[in-house]
């Protein structure tokens, strides 16, 4: 099993400090030299060859650490930690100094092609907010945390979109275009439970794109289409059928007319058919008979 290594801070000094020091100390470099030089001394040259090696080993430890960056020292293949405070620093001068963002960044997944959980063919894309929490498990728990996130998190859309079914046709049920809040944080679990190995946080995670793949777009159109008119039409029965029997009710109450089973159901039908009707009615005046 893989051991994970997990950040810790590395050891440095205030770099304007030592940097007043390698003056202090460039500067009786140059005066032995110098010495040296005019008396022609060799023995001072045995002394000066080691001062001149010290003083080009010192620049080597400096660096500068902006906001929201760190620095990871490598020193001869070992971690020795990170340095995440920003400033100008001074640290071993023979370990390497990784840089890691840890700002916050977007990754935005292309349009993937992917059978929701009724087998349909959709097309779904989404938006990834994410940033480096742990910069020595990013570095050194995966080859390209960059390249990680983006894999991952397609992994993850691929495997939201077949636990929902793109739109719920029973009242209640969860869907890809009707629980966007459901979803998003759903997405957002899946996404955080596989890049935790690299150290990073998922701040958000949305759905930016999501349709029919163009083979079924039409025929799906058509279906919502229809269970639209069928959801309008039942709303317009019941609110016919209540007229109808409020109707009847206040005839009843104030005793304009009383209405044998027969004529209800006339008046019933014909009230219907004009409150249900897609198009205006055109009333027929009975004018009684001539006999």
Not at 18 to 33: H, N, S
Not at 53 to 81: H, S
Not at 134 to 163: C, M, P, W
């Amino acid at each position: 099993m893989m051991n994970s290594i997990q950040e810790f801070q590395a050891k440095k000094i205030n770099g304007f400090a030592v940097l007043l020091f390698a003056l202090i100390y460039w500067t009786a470099v140059v005066i032995v030299f110098v010495m040296m030089i005019r008396h022609e001394d060799i023995g001072l040259l045995i002394l000066e060859i080691p001062l001149i090696i010290v003083a080009l080993i010192i620049p080597g430890g400096f660096y500068v650490v902006q906001p929201n960056e760190a620095r990871v020292l490598v020193f001869f293949g070992k971690y020795v930690g990170s340095v995440r405070d920003s400033g100008f620093w001074f640290s071993n001068p023979f370990a390497t100094k990784r840089h890691v963002s840890l700002r916050i960044r977007n990754f935005n997944s292309e349009r993937l092609k992917v059978n929701d959980l009724q087998g349909n063919p959709i097309e779904i894309a989404a938006v990834i907010v994410w940033r480096v929490v742990d910069s020595a498990k990013a570095l050194f728990d995966v080859e390209n945390y960059e390249g990680f996130v983006a894999i991952q998190s397609e992994t993850a859309i691929r495997a939201l979109a077949s636990h929902y079914p793109y739109d719920a046709h029973v009242e209640g049920h969860a869907s890809l275009r009707g629980s966007p809040g459901e979803v998003s944080d759903n997405l957002r679990q899946q996404v955080e439970a596989r890049l935790g190995v690299a150290g990073v946080e998922i701040s958000e995670a949305r759905i930016s794109h999501l349709a029919y793949a163009q083979e079924i777009a039409q025929a799906m159109l058509r279906r919502q289409q229809a269970e639209a008119i069928v959801a309008a039409r039942q709303k317009i029965v019941e609110g016919a059928v209540g007229m109808v029997e409020s109707a009847l009710k206040m005839l009843r109450d104030q005793n304009v007319i009383e209405l044998d089973h027969e004529r209800k159901a006339a008046m019933i039908n014909n009230l219907l058919v004009a409150l249900v009707s897609e198009r205006e009615s055109q009333p027929v005046i009975n004018a009684g008979s001539l006999y």
